[in-house]
Structure formats: C-alpha cells, structure tokens
C-alpha cells in the first residue's frame, strides 16, 4: 500500500477520536476549571465523559506521534528512516504543522491522566483542566496535515 494511501486511512482513523472528542467536550467544559472537591463529586456519566477525553486523546496523539508524522514527513520525501522522533517533530515545527512545546506539554498531560492513583488527583485535574483548554489545538495538528496533503495532491 502506498504512503499516501496509508496515511489517509489513517487520516480517517484520526477523524474518529477527533469526533468522540467534539462529542465530550462541549460537556466537559461545563465543569471547566475543574476543582479536586469538584472532582471527587462527579457523576458516572461525567467520570465516563472523562475517560472518553483520556482515551480518544491517548489514542490521538499515539496515532500522530507514531504513524501519521512519519508517513506525512514521507509524503513530502523527507527521509525519516533513521530519524529520531526528536528530529521528526522539529521538522514538523519547521513545516508549521505543529508547536514542538506544545507536543511536550501533551506528554507530560498524557502521563498524568493515565494514572489513578489516589495521591496524585491534584495532578490529574490539572491535567484535564489543560486538555479541556487545549484538546482543540491537538485536533488542529491532524487538520494541518490534511490541509498541507490537500495542497500537495
């Protein structure tokens, strides 16, 4: 199969938790910023708007971060064989794709909402405060890609 075409199935997988995403947050900005007393009073259906927020943008962003940046960087007959994932995202900084700083924040978001430990819930409500404020800008990476592709073709 060819890059172009593997990245748009991936392109569409990414549309997916892009749209589960649209579908919480709207919610979950109602409860924006989101307190620790707050948090510990949260309703079933909000505790699942908030594992639904934690699992699309995991998968999101391992999507980006492990297929759609290499196969994009390809496209553009960029040689990403031997490069490091570090060189992979300057360049996409480099092509305006995305804000480097920015992807280092969402792995530092990623690593406290994927924890459940009772000690670190300050952690995570900081975490889902800050993926409530900037989930929209993650989703945007996905719609750069597929604006520059669209450019390209």
Request: charged letters at 35%.
């Amino acid at each position: 199969m060819q890059i172009v075409q593997k990245l748009a199935l991936h392109l569409e997988e990414s549309s997916v938790h892009i749209t589960r995403l649209r579908d919480v947050l709207e919610d979950l900005k109602k409860l924006y910023p989101l307190t620790i007393e707050r948090f510990c009073c949260l309703s079933l259906l909000e505790k699942d708007k908030l594992d639904v927020l934690a699992f699309r943008f995991a998968k999101l962003q391992d999507l980006l971060g492990t297929k759609i940046f290499r196969e994009y960087l390809s496209v553009l007959q960029y040689p990403v064989e031997d490069k490091n994932f570090l060189e992979i995202l300057k360049e996409l900084d480099k092509e305006q794709i995305l804000n480097i700083d920015l992807w280092g924040e969402f792995r530092g978001v990623r690593n406290a909402i994927s924890h459940d430990y009772p000690s670190e819930e300050d952690e995570k409500v900081e975490a889902i405060n800050y993926l409530i404020e900037h989930i929209e800008e993650l989703m945007h990476i996905t719609q750069n890609i597929k604006e520059h592709l669209e450019t390209i073709k």
